[in-house]
Protein backbone atom coordinates (compact mmCIF):
# COMPACT_ATOMS: atom_id res chain seq x y z
CA UNK A 1 0.00 0.00 0.00
CA UNK A 2 2.85 2.60 0.60
CA UNK A 3 4.24 1.73 -2.55
CA UNK A 4 1.55 2.47 -4.31
CA UNK A 5 1.14 5.81 -2.45
CA UNK A 6 4.82 7.02 -3.05
CA UNK A 7 4.72 5.90 -6.61
CA UNK A 8 2.06 8.32 -7.33
CA UNK A 9 4.06 11.28 -5.45
CA UNK A 10 7.08 10.10 -7.72
CA UNK A 11 4.93 9.93 -10.57
CA UNK A 12 3.64 13.91 -9.50
CA UNK A 13 6.58 15.53 -9.04
CA UNK A 14 7.98 14.06 -12.51
CA UNK A 15 5.26 15.13 -14.03
CA UNK A 16 5.43 18.68 -12.53
CA UNK A 17 9.26 19.13 -12.92
CA UNK A 18 8.80 18.49 -16.86
CA UNK A 19 5.78 21.03 -16.98
CA UNK A 20 8.14 23.53 -14.95
CA UNK A 21 11.20 22.66 -17.41
CA UNK A 22 9.14 22.87 -20.39
CA UNK A 23 6.90 26.53 -19.77
CA UNK A 24 8.94 27.97 -16.92
CA UNK A 25 6.38 28.70 -14.09
CA UNK A 26 5.78 26.08 -11.27
CA UNK A 27 1.88 24.93 -10.97
CA UNK A 28 1.66 22.11 -8.59
CA UNK A 29 -1.46 23.71 -7.28
CA UNK A 30 -3.11 22.93 -10.87
CA UNK A 31 -1.81 19.33 -10.99
CA UNK A 32 -2.52 18.66 -7.15
CA UNK A 33 -6.39 19.73 -7.87
CA UNK A 34 -6.43 17.87 -11.22
CA UNK A 35 -5.51 14.69 -8.66
CA UNK A 36 -8.58 15.39 -6.42
CA UNK A 37 -10.69 15.52 -9.37
CA UNK A 38 -9.59 12.39 -10.27
CA UNK A 39 -10.24 10.63 -7.02
CA UNK A 40 -13.51 12.01 -6.64
CA UNK A 41 -13.88 10.50 -10.96
CA UNK A 42 -13.15 6.90 -9.84
CA UNK A 43 -15.72 7.27 -7.19
CA UNK A 44 -18.23 8.43 -10.12
CA UNK A 45 -16.92 5.12 -12.55
CA UNK A 46 -17.55 2.71 -8.95
CA UNK A 47 -20.87 4.01 -9.29
CA UNK A 48 -21.39 3.76 -12.97
CA UNK A 49 -19.88 -0.01 -12.56
CA UNK A 50 -22.78 -1.13 -10.21
CA UNK A 51 -25.36 0.91 -11.71
CA UNK A 52 -24.73 -1.36 -15.22
CA UNK A 53 -25.41 -4.54 -12.96
CA UNK A 54 -29.41 -4.25 -12.99
CA UNK A 55 -29.84 -3.67 -16.74
CA UNK A 56 -26.74 -6.26 -17.75
CA UNK A 57 -27.24 -8.52 -15.57
CA UNK A 58 -30.82 -8.56 -13.42
CA UNK A 59 -29.22 -7.24 -9.81
CA UNK A 60 -31.64 -5.71 -7.98
CA UNK A 61 -30.51 -5.84 -4.16
CA UNK A 62 -28.54 -8.75 -2.10
CA UNK A 63 -32.06 -9.99 -1.53
CA UNK A 64 -32.58 -9.96 -5.61
CA UNK A 65 -29.19 -10.42 -7.21
CA UNK A 66 -30.68 -11.40 -10.17
CA UNK A 67 -30.91 -14.77 -12.75
CA UNK A 68 -26.78 -14.72 -12.63
CA UNK A 69 -25.20 -13.35 -9.78
CA UNK A 70 -22.39 -15.39 -10.25
CA UNK A 71 -21.67 -13.63 -13.29
CA UNK A 72 -22.47 -10.11 -12.20
CA UNK A 73 -19.74 -10.83 -9.33
CA UNK A 74 -17.05 -11.89 -12.26
CA UNK A 75 -18.16 -8.91 -14.64
CA UNK A 76 -17.23 -6.44 -11.35
CA UNK A 77 -14.10 -8.10 -10.16
CA UNK A 78 -12.54 -9.25 -13.69
CA UNK A 79 -14.32 -6.73 -16.39
CA UNK A 80 -13.88 -3.78 -14.74
CA UNK A 81 -10.08 -4.07 -13.15
CA UNK A 82 -8.96 -5.22 -16.75
CA UNK A 83 -10.33 -2.01 -18.36
CA UNK A 84 -9.68 0.07 -16.07
CA UNK A 85 -6.12 -1.31 -16.15
CA UNK A 86 -6.07 -0.81 -19.97
CA UNK A 87 -6.66 2.38 -19.82
CA UNK A 88 -3.74 3.19 -17.13
CA UNK A 89 -1.61 1.81 -19.69
CA UNK A 90 -2.35 3.54 -22.61
CA UNK A 91 -2.69 6.75 -20.46
CA UNK A 92 1.06 5.31 -19.20
CA UNK A 93 2.33 4.91 -22.40
CA UNK A 94 1.88 8.47 -23.37
CA UNK A 95 3.86 9.63 -20.34
CA UNK A 96 7.50 11.08 -20.95
CA UNK A 97 9.66 8.43 -19.67
CA UNK A 98 12.67 10.11 -21.10
CA UNK A 99 15.23 11.80 -18.76
CA UNK A 100 17.26 14.91 -19.54
CA UNK A 101 20.38 15.48 -17.66
Known sequence: ???VRVTGEVVMAKVIDLDAERTGTRREGAYYSLVGLFGRASGALVGLSFALLGPLFGYVS???PGPNP???FRFLVAV???VAI???YFLA???PHEIKE
Do not use: V, W
Request: glycine content about 22%.
Open 62 to 64: GEN
Open 93 to 95: ALF
Open 70 to 72: GLA
Open 1 to 3: FAG
Open 86 to 88: LLA
Open 80 to 82: IPG
